[in-house]
């Protein structure tokens, strides 16, 4: 772990880690940061990201970001896995699993907003 001394155009400094020697990110970059902790002998402990926090991406298992039509993919599989779970029983036709799968991702999307 490689740790760097970082200072931001709001006048807030501190210390943020990176696995590599040279970190993520250029000087004069847009980043987000947070100050996870700060004590008066370390000073500002702060994590650093290059991606909006508030616009959280999906990863596959190599670390790379899904595309939209990757992502609607996976959840029209969760959505159809699902929605044959749900009724127990091989549907009786397609109308009827399509209609299942849409009502599991209104639910889904329910549980989220709420």
């Not at 790379?64 to 029209?76: F, H, L, Q």
């Not at 299942?100 to 549980?111: Q, S, W």
Request: a negative charge.
């Amino acid at each position: 772990m490689h740790s760097f001394e970082v200072a931001f155009e709001d006048g807030v400094r501190g210390v943020a880690n990176a696995k590599k020697e040279k970190p993520p990110y250029e000087v004069g970059a847009e980043v987000w940061y947070m100050v996870s902790s700060e004590t008066a002998e370390h000073g500002k402990k702060l994590k650093v990201k290059v991606s909006d926090p508030e616009r959280p991406q999906l990863f596959n298992s190599g670390g790379k970001s899904e595309d939209a039509e990757t992502i609607r993919r996976i959840e029209g599989s969760w959505a159809m896995t699902t929605a044959m779970t749900y009724l127990g029983r091989p549907p009786s036709s397609d109308d009827e699993l399509l209609d299942t799968a849409r009502l599991m991702l209104i639910l889904r999307d329910k549980v989220h907003s709420s």
